[in-house]
């Protein structure tokens, strides 16, 4: 079972419960609503609220593909990513991420940038470099996997969008958390995407 961490840290307040017989265990959205003023809306599995990105600078290739090739895209690129951070002695300041510059699609192939943080821009053979840039986004945190998050797209920019009043655009960002179960093997636990806010 996939447990998201925002909802597994109860504050001081709810662990108190001789004090404060109200208190509960449970995601109390009026509580986030005073300590996240920019929250848009959340429930038991996800949030989505109005988030600041610093710049990012990634390191990969832009590739043609439908949204579920995502994961052999993966596969294929991020080998080649890492040699070249690696003969260029670079620093990785972060895990990989997969950035959209079209609307994602099941059936057909539109523009996805595949990438790795590095410090600073690089030169490499076959390679580019993309910049996101530092803003305001809608960011989105559930429990997600690569290439099979097309609903959760289809619904952050129908509802929340059309709730703030405010259209989306490009890039979307999605970055993945991992961690190890018992057998050592990679779990995907958490998914952030960031929505760049049309202005």
């Not at 995601?27 to 990012?56: F, G, M, R």
């Not at 895990?95 to 609307?103: F, G």
């Not at 910049?131 to 797209?153: D, F, V, W």
């Not at 703030?164 to 995407?193: C, H, W």
Request: charged residues 20%; proline residues 6%.
């Amino acid at each position: 079972m996939l447990l998201l961490a925002w909802a597994c840290n109860p504050s001081a307040k709810e662990k108190n419960t001789q004090t404060d017989s109200s208190a509960t265990t449970a995601v109390d959205t009026t509580q986030i609503h005073t300590t996240q003023p920019d929250l848009v809306e959340a429930d038991e599995h996800s949030i989505t609220d109005k988030s600041t990105l610093q710049k990012l600078c990634l390191l990969g290739k832009e590739v043609n593909c439908s949204y579920p090739a995502i994961p052999e895209q993966l596969k294929q690129q991020l080998p080649a990513i890492m040699l070249a951070i690696s003969e260029n002695k670079a620093v990785i300041t972060g895990s990989y991420h997969i950035v959209l510059l079209e609307n994602p699609d099941a059936a057909k192939a539109t523009r996805i940038f595949i990438g790795i943080p590095v410090q600073k821009p690089l030169k490499a053979a076959g390679m580019s470099t993309f910049t996101i840039p530092a803003g305001k986004y809608l960011r989105h945190q559930c429990s997600a996997e690569p290439g099979k998050s097309l609903a959760i797209h289809r619904n952050v920019l129908n509802v929340p969008f059309k709730k703030l009043k405010q259209k989306a655009g490009f890039p979307i960002v999605e970055k993945y958390a991992e961690i190890r179960n018992d057998e050592m093997t990679s779990v995907i636990s958490k998914a952030t995407f960031y929505y760049t806010i049309a202005q």
